[in-house]
C-alpha cells in the first residue's frame, strides 16, 4: 500500500490526478457522498437542536469498509473533495465514516486538475472547514424539512405523488405568474413605419420614424403627407464609440449562453462541463466568481500576443454582482490557453470551445467603433425619419466572441452608405405596417436560471437539478406548439399611391418554452395560499444570504434553524388540519339535463371535468380534458362538449371506428384492440371519418413488416427516443448515421446483427436453468435480473464473484411480495417495528 492516500468524489477525477502523483500516492474515489439523511424518514431530530442522522446507504457500506482499511494502511490521507460547500461536506463525512484521525489527514482543495494545481494543494494543505460543513447542513436539513413535511400535505389536499421544495417550488412560482401575465395580457395593435432611400449613386439608405403611430387612420393620414414630398439629410452625427467584452463564465452565465449559442439545457452543460473538469481542461464549473488567477491572465496574454498580436490585449480585472459568491474563487476558464480546442466528443468539444473564447475575449482590448446618427427630413411634413449604422475600426474582443442576447426583438444595426449634411435622398417607398403589442416572453431554461440569480435564489450548484426535478415531477413542461397565424396590414406608399396588402405571421411559439401543467398550477396555487413565506422571493433570498454568513462563520446554523422551524411547523400543522381538499376546483355551471354542478379539478390521471358530486346518489361524470386545455381557462361549452364522447364516426374493413379522449390524450380506436393516437391539430371533437382513416392507414403502414430476417418480421417506427427497428421482441434503435425514411436490407441487417453482438457482450453471468443473469449497465454499473426484476449493483463490487445463491437472495429481495390473509396482516400491524441503528454524526467548530 503507498504511503499517501488521496480521495476524490469520482473515478474520472481520481484517473487524472493520478498522471500527477508518483508511486507514493493512491487514488480512490468515494463516488460522491458516502453518508446522507435516510430516504424513508425525515432524519433529523427536531427536538435535539436539528441534529442530522447520517446513514452509509446500503450501496456504499462495502465502498466504505474498502476505503477505511486503505486509509488504515497509509501514512496519510487527503481528502481532495471540491473546494465548494458540497466537497467539504463530503471531506467532512469521510473523515466521520472512515474514523480518520487528525493527525494524519489534511483537507486539499484545487479548482483545475492540473500537475501544478494539485502540486500546490499538496504544498498547502489545511484542515477541514466546519463553517463550510455548516452551510452545507443548513441547507440540506432546512431543504429536508420543508419537503418532509409540506409534500404529505400535498398528498393528502392536491395530488398524491406531489412534492414542495424551498428552490423548485419558487422556481414554479414563477413560471406559473409569467404564463398568467401572458393569458391576462390583452394585446394593441399599432403601425411601425419604414423607409428605403436611395443616394444619386444608389446605395440604399433603410430609415423608420422613431415614434410608431396608434392607429391606422393615424398612418393614412402620414403616407398622404409623403406623396410628392422631397427628402435630405437634416442631421449627420459621427462620433467613435467601443464594445467591452464581457467577463468570463461563472455557472449561471455560461448555463445561459450555452443554451443561447448551442442550444443545450443547463443539466447537460453542466454533465459536459463536469467531463472537461476532470480531465483537467478547464477550471471548476460550479462558482459565482468572474476573477482569473495571476497564472490565468498570463496565460491569456501569452496566447493573445501570439495568435492575434500585442493590440488585441487588455488586462482586466472584473468585480462579479453575486452578493456572497462562495462557491469557487475563479471563473470558469481553460487551464491551458494554448489548446483552442479540446474534448472527448463534439458536445465537449463545442462547450470547451465556448469557455475558451469568452474567457480569451475577457483579456483582450475594446472593439472600437464608429456610430453614425442619420436625420432625414420631408418638405412636407415635420417628422423626421432616423437610420443609424456603426463601423468596426478595430476588432479587439470581438474577434473571437461577442455575446449572445435573451432579447428576441433587438435589431442589430448595419452599415450606412456615405452620406453628408443637405444630400438629397429619393424614396424608394415607405411602408406602415400593423404590428402588435406583445405579452411577456415564456421562461426558458436559460432565463429561469437568469431570474433566480437575479432574485439571490439558489447557488451555482442548485440551477440545474432545480430545473430537472420541476420537469421530471411534471410541474412544468416545454411547449411543443409552432404558434397560431395571425393575419395583419401592411400599407405601401410607392410612386404616390397607396395600397394595402394583407399579410400574416406565426405568433405564440411556445416550443421549447417552459409552461406549467395543471397540477403545477394547482400544486402552486395551494402552496402560495397556505405557505406564503415559503413561496416568498425575499425569504428564499434572505436564506440563502443566512448560509452565506453561515459559512463564513458570522451565523450558527442552529440559530438559523430554530428562528425558521418555529414559524413553519405551526402553520403546516395548521393547514394540515385546516385547508380544504377541493384546490383547483372551478364550478362552471349546472348541466341543463341533470341540474346537477359541472366543475373541473385535477384528477389521479390529470386535469378532468366531472357532472355531479361523490355526494350524489348516482356517481358523477367524468371526463378527461384535451392536451390543449386547461384547468383555469377552460369553458362551460369546452367541457360539456367533452361529454359528447365517444363519437363513432363510421366503420373501417367492417369495425366500428370510434374518437375518444383518454388519460394519454385523443385517439381513435377501432379492431377493439387498435389505439391511434391523434397527431398536432386534430380535434376528436370534430375529427372526420375521413381523416380518422388516413391515421389508421398511417398506423397499419408503420406496423406492417419492412423485411423478414431469420423468418420473422421487422417493423420501423418512431418512440419516445427516436427511431427504431423492431425484430424479434428486440428495440433497436436507429442512429443518424442510417437514413431512416429509406433504410436498405443491408441496413436492417447490420442494426439486428450489432444489436444481437451488443445483448452478447452486454452478458457477464448467464445461469440460464434459473432464469437469472448479470449484463452490464449504464455508467459502468451491472443488473442482476430475472424476468422483469432488476436489481442494480454498486460500482464497487465485481459482478464476477457474485454466487448463484447470492444473486437468488437478491431477487427474493427485490421482488414484490405476495398478499397475505387479512388476519396475518393484522397480527404484522400490532407488531411494533424494530429500531434501526443508524451512524449520527455534528459538525463542530474546532
Not at 471540491?82 to 465514516?97: M, T, V
Not at 432488476?790 to 464497487?796: F, G, R, S, V
Request: proline fraction near 4%; hydrophobic fraction near 35%.
Amino acid at each position: 500500500m503507498a504511503k499517501n492516500l488521496v480521495i476524490v468524489e469520482s473515478p474520472a477525477k481520481a484517473k487524472t490526478i493520478e498522471k500527477f502523483l508518483g508511486k507514493d500516492y493512491t487514488v480512490a474515489s468515494s463516488f460522491g457522498h458516502i453518508a446522507d439523511l435516510p430516504a424513508k424518514e425525515l432524519g433529523v431530530d427536531v427536538d435535539q437542536n436539528f441534529e442530522p442522522k447520517y446513514i452509509v446507504s446500503s450501496d456504499k457500506k462495502d465502498l466504505v469498509k474498502k476505503l477505511k482499511k486503505m486509509a488504515a494502511d497509509s501514512d496519510m490521507v487527503w481528502l481532495a473533495s471540491d473546494e465548494d460547500r458540497e466537497g467539504e461536506a463530503i471531506a467532512w463525512h469521510l473523515a466521520e465514516q472512515l474514523d480518520l484521525k487528525k493527525d494524519k489527514t489534511k483537507r486539499i482543495v484545487f479548482n483545475a486538475i492540473t500537475k501544478s494545481a494539485v502540486q500546490n494543494a499538496i504544498d498547502n494543505p489545511r484542515s477541514i472547514d466546519y463553517d463550510l460543513v455548516n452551510a452545507q447542513q443548513a441547507r440540506r436539513v432546512l431543504d429536508r424539512i420543508v419537503g418532509y413535511e409540506i409534500s404529505p400535505i400535498l398528498w393528502r389536499k392536491v395530488k398524491g405523488g406531489a412534492s414542495a421544495g424551498r428552490v423548485q417550488s419558487v422556481a414554479v412560482r414563477l413560471i406559473v405568474e409569467r404564463e398568467q401575465e401572458i393569458i391576462d395580457f390583452k394585446s394593441d395593435d399599432f403601425y411601425r413605419v419604414d423607409a428605403d432611400f436611395a443616394t444619386k449613386d444608389k446605395k440604399t439608405v433603410k430609415a423608420k420614424l422613431p415614434s410608431n403611430l396608434s392607429s391606422r387612420k393615424e398612418a393614412e393620414d402620414f403616407l398622404e403627407l409623403n406623396k410628392g414630398a422631397a427628402y435630405h439629410v437634416s442631421d449627420l452625427v459621427k462620433k467613435p464609440a467601443k464594445k467591452s467584452p464581457a467577463p468570463p463564465f461563472t455557472t449561471s452565465t455560461l448555463q445561459q449562453e450555452a443554451s443561447r449559442k448551442l442550444s443545450f439545457n443547463v443539466s447537460r452543460t453542466m454533465q459536459l462541463a463536469q467531463r472537461l473538469y476532470e480531465a483537467g481542461l478547464i477550471t471548476y464549473m460550479r462558482t459565482d466568481s468572474v476573477n482569473l488567477s495571476k497564472e490565468a491572465k498570463s496565460g491569456a496574454k501569452e496566447e493573445i500576443e501570439k495568435a492575434y498580436g500585442k493590440d488585441f490585449h487588455m488586462e482586466r480585472n472584473y468585480k462579479g454582482k453575486s452578493k456572497g459568491a462562495q462557491e469557487a474563487h475563479e471563473a470558469i476558464r481553460p487551464t491551458d490557453f494554448h489548446l483552442h480546442s479540446a474534448g472527448a466528443d463534439r458536445d465537449q468539444t463545442r462547450l470547451y470551445e465556448l469557455i475558451w473564447k469568452r474567457a480569451i475575449a475577457s483579456q483582450m482590448s475594446d472593439a472600437k467603433l464608429e456610430r453614425t446618427n442619420v436625420t432625414i427630413a420631408a418638405d412636407k411634413h415635420d417628422k423626421n425619419f432616423t437610420a443609424s449604422g456603426e463601423i468596426v475600426k478595430f476588432e479587439g474582443f470581438l474577434k473571437v466572441y461577442l455575446e449572445s442576447t435573451d432579447d428576441e426583438d433587438l435589431e442589430q444595426e448595419g452599415l450606412l452608405p456615405d452620406l453628408k449634411k443637405g444630400q438629397p435622398l429619393d424614396n424608394l417607398g415607405i411602408t406602415a405596417t400593423e404590428r402588435f403589442t406583445r405579452p411577456p416572453y415564456r421562461y426558458t431554461e436559460a432565463s429561469l436560471v437568469k431570474k433566480l440569480e437575479e432574485l439571490g435564489i439558489g447557488r451555482p450548484s442548485t440551477y440545474a437539478p432545480t430545473i430537472t426535478t420541476i420537469q421530471n415531477r411534471k410541474y412544468v413542461e416545454k411547449g411543443i406548439s409552432m404558434g397560431e397565424e395571425r393575419s395583419y396590414v401592411q400599407l405601401v406608399l410607392k410612386k404616390d399611391a397607396i395600397k394595402e396588402v394583407g399579410l400574416s405571421e406565426t405568433t405564440g411559439s411556445s416550443k421549447g418554452k417552459l409552461i406549467p401543467t395543471d397540477v403545477g398550477r394547482v400544486v402552486n396555487d395551494f402552496l402560495v395560499e397556505h405557505f406564503k413565506n415559503i413561496l416568498d422571493y425575499n425569504f428564499t433570498a434572505r436564506v440563502e444570504e443566512s448560509f452565506d454568513n453561515i459559512a463564513e462563520g458570522k451565523e450558527e446554523w442552529t440559530d438559523m434553524m430554530n428562528h425558521f422551524y418555529k414559524d413553519f411547523h405551526p402553520t403546516v400543522t395548521d393547514v394540515a388540519e385546516n385547508a380544504e381538499r377541493e384546490v383547483g376546483e372551478r364550478v362552471l355551471g349546472t348541466d341543463p339535463k341533470t341540474g346537477k354542478p359541472i366543475s373541473v379539478r385535477l384528477g389521479r390521471f390529470g386535469a378532468m371535468a366531472q357532472i355531479g358530486t361523490v355526494e350524489d346518489e348516482e356517481k358523477p361524470q367524468f371526463a378527461s380534458l384535451l392536451p390543449s386545455q386547461s384547468l383555469n381557462t377552460v369553458t362551460l361549452e369546452e367541457v360539456m362538449d367533452l361529454f359528447k364522447l365517444p363519437r363513432t364516426v363510421g366503420e373501417y374493413n367492417g369495425h366500428p371506428v370510434e374518437v375518444n379522449q383518454g388519460r394519454f390524450g385523443p385517439y381513435v380506436k377501432f379492431n377493439e384492440k387498435t389505439f391511434v393516437s391523434l397527431e398536432e391539430g386534430d380535434d376528436p371533437l370534430t375529427l372526420t371519418f375521413e381523416r380518422a382513416g388516413e391515421l389508421i392507414a398511417q398506423k397499419e403502414k408503420a406496423d406492417a413488416p419492412i423485411y423478414m430476417y431469420d423468418e420473422q418480421p421487422v417493423t420501423k417506427g418512431v418512440g419516445r427516443f427516436g427511431p427504431f427497428i423492431k425484430w424479434a421482441g428486440m428495440f433497436i434503435s436507429v442512429n443518424k448515421k442510417y437514413d431512416f425514411d429509406n433504410l436498405s436490407n443491408d441496413d436492417i441487417e447490420t442494426l439486428i446483427k450489432d444489436k444481437i453482438q451488443k445483448e452478447k457482450d452486454k452478458l457477464i453471468v448467464d445461469w440460464e436453468e434459473e432464469g437469472i443473469r448479470i449484463e452490464k449497465a449504464r455508467w459502468g454499473r451491472h443488473n442482476v435480473i430475472k424476468g422483469k426484476t432488476k436489481i442494480e449493483l454498486a460500482k464497487t463490487i465485481d459482478p464476477l464473484k457474485i454466487t448463484l445463491e447470492e444473486a437468488k437472495e437478491m431477487i427474493a429481495k427485490k421482488a414484490p411480495k405476495k398478499k397475505t390473509a387479512a388476519k396475518k396482516k393484522t397480527a404484522a400491524k400490532k407488531k411494533a417495528p424494530a429500531k434501526k441503528k443508524t451512524a449520527s454524526a455534528k459538525a463542530k467548530k474546532k
